[in-house]
């Protein structure tokens, strides 16, 4: 079998494997430390990171105001990206994955940078302002983004502060888990979005602005599910491709075994599409809170969709939150006590994020280097789990 083409980032030579950011902790330094060390992409989600240390979370109880609760998030991925790369054993690279979101994103992006992460990855919105954040910075920055037309506006914005991506991830919102780079659930299915189409165009893109077409590689992100799917897609002229879900259920992923049951064991049927908090459509695994909130969503709406409240946790995440703003079209629910929830496990109040397809192993909880064997060489373990 003829091996796969390296992926190269900012001069590093990798597999061409990314395992995607996943938050609140999903995704946290033990999974990318464990990712970096086999030689991909490991990704530390910088979302609420504070579940993973209960000293912060003491101290957050003692003086629960907003500017306590965003240092002690700060002062978590700053730990869990040191913890990362000392598990790395300087293989790899270590990511930290920025929601564009956010408010605390530039808050976010320093501490990635002075904790000595390799790169920043960034989406949930158009990371315009990311090379003035970095200025300077000896850090990868890779865009998240879904069709040609939003990689124009990033790269004619970026080439005029003389800065280029070192990698674009292509995410397909038809087939990622969590939120998806789409307007609406309505959306999801536009053909503008297929992984071909988004890379012939983009190549007509680079032409266009007199881009190599070798300079940025392209990651398609979404669907992935074995070693076919990855040879395709570099076949095609991917660089990469990169996974969340099948990382996140890997004996290493950070969150509780049981959150890794209820993705593994999830159905087609089981997995829907909704409006998050953010305004983002995001798909999700139909646990019982999920069900009980679409079933009653439009009651939600129509008693308390304009209505602002106070921010149940205090720490205002988002830029924009449905729930807090009163953002009729938008969900409405506190997402990080609902991720939190999940990430503890809590069937029955946690939100689970989850891609569409089925997972590499099926139902089984294997290692990231069974996975990364799977998908670089179609080598399959031969003991049962």
């Not at 998050?276 to 008693?303: C, F, H, M």
Request: glycine share 10%.
């Amino acid at each position: 079998m003829t091996p796969l083409t390296p992926l190269t980032i900012r001069g590093r030579t990798l597999l061409p494997i990314v395992q995607g950011g996943m938050g609140v902790g999903v995704s946290a330094h033990r999974l990318a430390g464990a990712v970096a060390r086999e030689g991909a992409m490991g990704t530390i989600s910088s979302i609420d990171l504070r579940h993973h240390h209960p000293d912060l979370l003491e101290m957050c109880k003692q003086n629960p105001d907003q500017a306590t609760l965003e240092a002690a998030n700060q002062t978590a991925l700053r730990r869990e990206i040191i913890a990362a790369k000392a598990l790395s054993e300087g293989h790899g690279m270590v990511a930290v994955n920025v929601m564009r979101a956010v408010s605390s994103y530039a808050a976010a992006v320093q501490t990635a940078c002075e904790s000595g992460a390799d790169a920043i990855v960034m989406g949930a919105g158009l990371p315009l302002d990311l090379p003035d954040l970095t200025q300077g910075i000896d850090i990868a920055l890779i865009p998240i983004l879904s069709d040609s037309r939003g990689i124009a506006l990033v790269l004619k914005k970026w080439l005029k502060k003389n800065r280029l991506p070192d990698a674009i991830v292509i995410e397909h919102p038809g087939h990622a888990g969590g939120h998806l780079g789409v307007a609406s659930v309505a959306d999801i299915p536009s053909e503008r979005f297929d992984f071909a189409r988004v890379i012939e165009e983009t190549m007509l893109t680079f032409d266009t602005l007199g881009i190599e077409r070798t300079r940025i590689p392209l990651i398609v992100a979404g669907g992935i599910d074995g070693h076919a799917a990855v040879r395709h897609w570099l076949a095609m002229g991917a660089s990469g491709v990169q996974l969340g879900t099948a990382f996140a259920v890997t004996e290493e992923g950070d969150a509780h075994p049981e959150f890794k049951r209820i993705l593994a064991d999830a159905t087609p049927e089981d997995i829907v599409e909704f409006v998050s908090v953010t305004g983002l459509p995001a798909r999700a695994v139909k646990t019982p809170w999920l069900d009980r909130y679409l079933r009653n969503e439009q009651r939600i709406r129509d008693k308390i969709g304009s209505r602002e409240q106070k921010c149940p946790t205090g720490l205002n995440c988002l830029a924009a939150c449905g729930l807090r703003d009163g953002i009729e079209k938008f969900g409405h629910f506190c997402i990080d006590t609902r991720l939190a929830a999940a990430l503890r496990g809590d069937r029955a109040n946690g939100l689970f994020f989850r891609g569409r397809e089925a997972l590499p192993f099926g139902s089984a909880i294997r290692s990231v280097r069974e996975l990364l064997d799977l998908l670089v060489a179609d080598i399959r373990p031969t003991a049962a789990a």
